[in-house]
C-alpha cells in the first residue's frame, strides 16, 4: 500500500473503509467500521474528556502516578456516560481487536524494526514534519518490512491533520505514537490472522489515545 495522504473532503473518506489486503480474514462488521477517521475519531473524543479520563486513570500509588496503559484508556472512554454512541462503539471495536494483537509477542526482527523508527521521529519536532518525515522513510529499502504499517500511519495523520485534531508542535509527541502503534499493529497483525488495513488503526488509536492522556 503507497496511498500519499488523501486529499478527499474527511466525511467522504468516513464512508469509505480501507480496502483490504489479498490474504485479510473475511471482512467483519468491525472491519468495515474501522478506517483513518476512526483514529481521528476516538483521539479527538480522548482530548475532549481529557479531564474526566485524567480523574478516571490517574490515581495516585505509593506517591507516584499510576502509569496509563492504552487499554485502560479506552476502556475508560468507552464507559463515559456522556459519549456518544458512535465513538463508544468504535473504542469497544478497537479494544476487541487490541486483545488479539496483544497477545501476538513480536519476533525480535519485528522488536528491532520498531526500535529503528525512534531516531527518525525523534528528528521530527511537529506533526507535519512526522508526517513527511514517514513519507521519506516509507520508499527507504530498509523500511519495507514496515511499509504497510507507515502507509497506513500517513493516512491517519493526514485526517488527524485535516481536522486540526494535531495541531501544533504540542501534538508531535502523539503524532509520533501513531507512528509506532500503526507499525506495531500492522506487524503483530500478521502474527495473528488481521489484516494489516485494521491491525494498524487498533494499534495507531490506542497508542495515540495513550499519548493524548498523557498531554492532558
Given amino acids: 500500500m503507497h496511498a500519499e495522504p488523501s486529499t478527499e473532503p474527511m466525511a467522504a473518506r468516513r464512508r469509505e473503509p480501507l480496502a483490504p489486503a489479498a490474504d485479510d480474514l473475511e471482512t467483519t462488521a468491525e472491519e468495515e467500521l474501522l478506517q483513518p477517521g476512526s483514529h481521528t475519531l476516538l483521539l479527538s473524543a480522548v482530548q475532549e474528556h481529557a479531564a474526566e479520563l485524567a480523574t478516571a486513570l490517574r490515581r495516585p500509588v505509593a506517591g507516584r ?47 528491532a524494526a520498531l526500535r529503528s523508527l525512534g531516531p527518525t521521529l525523534l528528528r521530527a519536532r511537529t506533526p507535519i514534519a512526522v ?38 508542535r504540542s501534538q508531535t509527541e502523539v503524532a509520533r505514537a501513531c507512528v ?28 495515540s489515545a495513550q499519548s493524548a492522556i498523557a498531554l492532558a
Fill in 131 to 168: 508526517l513527511l518525515a514517514v513519507r521519506a522513510l516509507r520508499e527507504s529499502d530498509e523500511a519495507a518490512m514496515m511499509r504497510p504499517g507507515l502507509s497506513i500511519a500517513l493516512e491517519l495523520i493526514g485526517d488527524a491533520l485535516e481536522t486540526s485534531t494535531l495541531c501544533g
Fill in 180 to 207: 509506532r502503534g500503526s507499525v506495531w499493529g500492522a506487524l503483530a497483525g500478521t502474527l495473528c490472522g488481521i489484516g494489516p488495513n485494521v491491525a494498524a488503526v487498533v494499534g495507531a488509536a490506542a497508542s
Fill in 65 to 111: 502516578i499510576q502509569p496509563v496503559h492504552a487499554r485502560l484508556v479506552l476502556q475508560a472512554l468507552s464507559a463515559l456516560p456522556s459519549l456518544d454512541s458512535l465513538t463508544r462503539l468504535t473504542a469497544e471495536q478497537v479494544l476487541a481487536f487490541l486483545a488479539r494483537l496483544s497477545g501476538a509477542p513480536l519476533p525480535e526482527r519485528y522488536s
